[in-house]
C-alpha cells in the first residue's frame, strides 16, 4: 500500500492594514478613500515587517485594495523584509460600502453599524444602510477564487480590511461557504495565516492573531514554522482568551454625533 502523501499547500498571509484616524483635530471626517495611516499604524505595518523579515519569508505576490492605507502598509513590509517586489491592486477588495450616515434615523445607527459584526451573521443584512453581506461575498470571491487559480505563487501577503477579512476567513472556515462570523477579532495590523490547496474546499486556518493597539502577538508569531506549508503538525499561535470567546463593546467618542460604538476586538473603524 502506497504511503500517504500530504496534500501540497501554499500559504496566504492576510493582514488588516494598519491604524488611521478618521477625524483631524477639529473633529471633522477624513475621507476614508484617503486617510493615510497614523503614527501607530506605521509602527504595526513596520513591525509586522520585521517580524517576516526575523523569519526569512518572501512573498511571490503582495496584493492590496488600492485604497492608501492598505498601500502604505504593504510598501512597510516590504521595506522592512527588503523585497523590491511590485504591489498588486485588487478592487473587489475594497472595505464593505456602507450608505450615507445622514439618511440613517440616530435611534438606529448603532445597530446599522455593528450589526454585521455580531455572530453569525445573515447574507441580507446591510453595513450602514448600505452592502449587504450577501454583496460583499459576492464581490470579494470571484478573487478569491483567481487568486487560487494562479499557480504561479507559493506564498502570498494580502493587505485588506477588517470587513473584507472577515469574508474571506468565514469562507476558509465553512470551507467554501458564505455564512459570515462577524465577530472574527481583526484588529489593525493583525495577520492571519491560512495554507490552500488545490481542491476548492482544501483550506487551512492555521491562526488568527488579532492585537489591539499593538501590531500582532510578536512572540507568537516567531513560533510558527512559516515554511511547512504541507506539514500536519505546524504549530499555530493562540490568541490571548479575551480574544477566543467573543468580545466585548464599550463607548467610544468618535466625532459623530451621538457617538458609533467601537466593538473591542471586532468593529473595523472603516
Excluded at 40 to 51: F, H, I, L, M, Y
Excluded at 130 to 144: H, N, Q, W
Aim: charged share 25%; proline share 5%.
Amino acid at each position: 500500500m502506497p504511503a500517504y502523501q500530504l496534500p501540497k499547500r501554499r500559504r496566504i498571509y492576510l493582514m488588516r492594514h494598519g491604524d488611521v484616524t478618521y477625524f483631524d483635530d477639529s473633529g471633522r471626517t477624513i475621507d476614508p478613500e484617503t486617510v493615510p495611516l497614523n503614527a501607530n499604524g506605521q509602527e504595526q505595518a513596520s513591525t509586522a515587517g520585521r517580524v517576516f523579515a526575523e523569519q526569512q519569508v518572501r512573498f511571490d505576490r503582495v496584493i492590496v485594495s488600492g485604497l492608501p492605507r492598505t498601500v502604505e502598509t504593504a510598501q512597510r513590509v516590504l521595506a522592512e523584509t527588503g523585497q523590491r517586489i511590485e504591489v498588486e491592486i485588487e478592487p473587489a477588495w475594497h472595505e464593505i460600502r456602507g450608505g450615507k450616515l445622514r439618511q440613517i434615523p440616530l435611534q438606529d445607527l448603532e445597530a446599522a453599524f455593528l450589526g454585521v459584526f455580531d455572530g453569525i451573521v445573515p447574507e441580507s443584512t446591510r453595513f450602514l444602510d448600505g452592502e449587504t453581506i450577501g454583496e460583499l461575498f459576492d464581490r470579494v470571491l470571484p478573487a478569491v477564487a483567481a487568486l487560487r487559480e494562479d499557480s504561479s505563487w507559493d506564498t502570498v501577503l494580502l493587505v485588506l480590511h477588517g470587513g473584507v477579512n472577515r469574508a474571506i476567513l468565514s469562507h476558509a472556515l465553512t470551507a467554501g461557504g458564505h455564512t459570515f462570523f462577524g465577530h472574527l477579532a481583526q484588529a489593525t495590523g493583525c495577520i492571519n495565516a491560512l495554507d490552500v490547496g488545490t481542491a476548492p474546499r482544501d483550506w487551512v486556518l492555521r491562526a488568527i492573531i488579532p492585537r489591539r493597539r499593538r501590531c500582532i502577538a510578536t512572540s507568537a508569531i516567531r513560533r510558527w514554522k512559516f515554511s511547512t506549508h504541507n506539514s500536519s503538525n505546524t504549530r499555530v499561535a493562540e490568541p490571548e482568551p479575551e480574544e477566543t470567546h467573543g468580545a466585548s463593546v464599550r463607548k467610544r467618542r468618535t466625532g459623530t454625533a451621538g457617538g458609533l460604538l467601537g466593538v473591542r476586538g471586532h468593529a473595523p473603524r472603516q
